[in-house]
């Protein structure tokens, strides 16, 4: 079946450094892939998406690339602040299923100044 | 326009007792989705409700419930709670008007429930 796989957490970083956070995924068909961001006692909000193979999503100086060759959608930064500090998801909708959203198992990132 | 919002944002119920948990959609969209979030499972698929009907369905058993109402507004209920049932509820809403873009959700804050 359709799954997520993120890379475990916590992640600690210092501001500035730059952000990896590894996604990879099993689905059928070429569904649209997403970016969420829950900071702490927070719902989650969408931080970027990528609707097609090669897209590249990015908001905020986040960045992911839809890469079909390699099932994978690693979110990247290149400088990192403090208020970055989150739990970071990669989701992926089920095919024929648009309302239901499958969920990595998140990644916490810490960010010290 | 103003985001999805849920109330109750915080709940303390007792063990056999039942809740009922509050979604307003994002204006304009058709479809709103619920999610269970636990440390222990993480974020897990409840149900769907568009156009006031049950459209998917995540592995919950039935005391967990829900509806929508013609204005989208959706409700969940939990019926005989136990203390496993504590965890924060996400509703989410979505256009749902076909292509790719409806996919996108949009949360609420969440309802944190805690079951004593």
């Known amino acids: 079946g359709d799954s997520v796989t993120q890379m475990e957490g916590p992640v600690t970083l210092s501001e500035e450094a730059f952000l990896t956070i590894n996604c990879t995924y099993t689905?059928?068909?070429?569904?649209?892939l997403f970016w969420y961001v829950q900071y702490p006692g927070e719902g989650l909000q969408l931080l970027l998406k990528?609707?097609?193979?090669?897209d590249k999503g990015s908001n905020k100086g986040f960045e992911a690339t839809y890469r079909k060759e390699t099932t994978s959608f690693h979110l990247e930064k290149g400088s990192v602040q403090v208020s970055d500090s989150a739990v970071y998801f990669c989701a992926l909708p089920i095919y024929n299923q648009g309302g239901k959203l499958i969920f990595g198992q998140g990644t916490e990132l810490s960010v010290k100044p | 326009k103003a985001g999805v919002t849920q109330t109750p944002r915080y709940l303390i119920k007792t063990r056999g007792q039942q809740v009922t948990l509050s979604c307003s959609p994002i204006?304009?969209?058709?479809?709103v989705s619920w999610y269970q979030q636990t440390p222990g499972q993480g974020l897990q698929f409840l149900f769907e409700?568009?156009?006031?009907?049950?459209?998917n369905k995540g592995n919950f058993p039935g005391r967990f419930s829900g509806r929508q109402f013609s204005n989208s507004r959706s409700e969940m209920n939990v019926s005989t709670l136990e203390l496993g049932d504590s965890a924060l509820y996400l509703c989410a809403s979505s256009l749902s008007a076909g292509g790719r873009s409806s996919y996108e959700q949009y949360f609420g804050p969440g309802t944190r429930l805690t079951v004593t």
């Open positions: 204006s304009g969209h058709r479809s």
């Open positions: 689905a059928t068909g070429y569904p649209s």
């Open positions: 990528a609707t097609k193979a090669d």
């Open positions: 409700y568009f156009s006031e009907t049950q459209r």
